[in-house]
Nanobody, 123 residues
Framework: QVQLLESGGGLVQAGGSLRLSCAAS????????MGWYRQAPGKQRDLVAA???????NYVDPVKGRFTISRDNAKNTAFLQMSSLKPEDTAVYYC?????????????????WGQGTQVTVSS
C-alpha cells in the first residue's frame, strides 16, 4: 500500500511561478524515482520531470531551464519548482513514484500515482 499526496497547483499569470509537492507514504516501501507527468485536454500524458534517489534528473525539452525537480529522500517527498510559466504549461500534473514494497512474500515493484493537481497559466 503506497499513497501519494500531491499539492501546489493553481492559477497563475504567464511568467509566474508555482511549486508542486508530492509526498509518498506507506509501510515497507523503497522509492527509486519520483516525478511528474502532465496531461492537457485531448493530449497524451507526457513525462515532465523525474529524479532518482541518487539525484539524477530528467526533463522534457520544453521545460528545461524553467522547471527544477528536487527531493528529500528521508521524507520521500519530491518538489517541482516551475518558473517562467507559459500558457502551454497548462495541464493536470500527476506525480508518480516508482519503487518496491515488501509484504513478506518477496519484494514487488510498483508505480503509484498522485490524484493530480490543476495548473492553469493565463496569458
Amino acid at each position: 500500500q503506497v499513497q501519494l499526496l500531491e499539492s501546489g497547483g493553481g492559477l497563475v499569470q504567464a511568467g509566474g511561478s508555482l511549486r508542486l509537492s508530492c509526498a509518498a507514504s506507506g509501510s515497507r516501501i523503497s522509492i527509486n524515482a519520483m516525478g511528474w507527468y502532465r496531461q492537457a485536454p485531448g493530449k497524451q500524458r507526457d513525462l515532465v520531470a523525474a529524479i532518482t534517489s541518487g539525484g539524477t534528473t530528467n526533463y522534457v525539452d520544453p521545460v528545461k531551464g524553467r522547471f527544477t525537480i528536487s527531493r528529500d529522500n528521508a521524507k520521500n517527498t519530491a518538489f517541482l519548482q516551475m518558473s517562467s510559466l507559459k500558457p502551454e504549461d497548462t495541464a493536470v500534473y500527476y506525480c508518480f513514484a516508482d519503487g518496491t514494497l515488501d509484504l513478506g512474500l518477496g519484494p514487488s515493484g510498483f508505480r503509484t500515482w498522485g490524484q493530480g493537481t490543476q495548473v492553469t497559466v493565463s496569458s
